[in-house]
């Protein structure tokens, strides 16, 4: 399976692929962040991403504080800048938006590494299901995403899991 640990594998992918690692390097993003071990997880690196798909990038942090003066100083010149300091699942976590060109950027902070984080979980996850299934597994994903699904909820119809789709996807065996 795909090393996503590094961006190296987005440089030779498909056309977004490609277009988001010359942004990520040639704004810095990855280095201006390199304190909170970013990892840059969701549809892009696994190629279900749609028209509208942002870039997602995790890290790490336990001085929220610290983090929104650090991701303030770094990106609040983009447009759309946004950041907010919110509860999920009981866990203290910092987002932070905004807008390079034609992609928008998501930085997500929580006080877990960044490979125990579910956004990371859920992408190794998928990526092992589209493996495993052939490419029309593939295109219901992306077709169920251009209807208005979230990733998770996509994935989990197809596999008919009940209850809530992104707890049942991380105990989602995939052989």
Not at 14 to 35: G, Y
Not at 124 to 143: C, Q
């Amino acid at each position: 399976m795909q090393d996503f640990l590094t961006i190296d594998y987005l440089e030779h992918g498909n056309e977004i692929q490609h277009n988001v690692f010359h942004l990520l390097r040639n704004h810095h993003i990855l280095e201006k962040l390199d304190t909170y071990k970013p990892i840059v997880v969701g549809t892009i690196p696994i190629e279900i991403n749609i028209e509208n798909s942002d870039i997602d990038i995790i890290g790490e942090t336990s001085n929220f504080e610290n983090a929104t003066n650090h991701l303030t100083e770094n990106f609040s010149h983009h447009i759309e800048f946004k950041i907010d300091q919110l509860t999920n699942n009981n866990e203290t976590c910092l987002t932070c938006n905004f807008r390079i060109d034609t992609f928008e950027i998501e930085i997500y902070l929580e006080n877990k590494i960044p490979t125990e984080q579910n956004a990371y979980r859920h992408m190794l996850i998928e990526a092992k299901l589209l493996e495993k299934f052939d490419e029309s597994f593939k295109n219901k994903i992306i077709e169920l995403k251009k209807n208005g699904y979230k990733t998770e909820p996509a994935f989990a119809k197809l596999l008919e899991l009940k209850g809530n789709p992104y707890l049942a996807l991380l105990e989602y065996e995939v052989d």
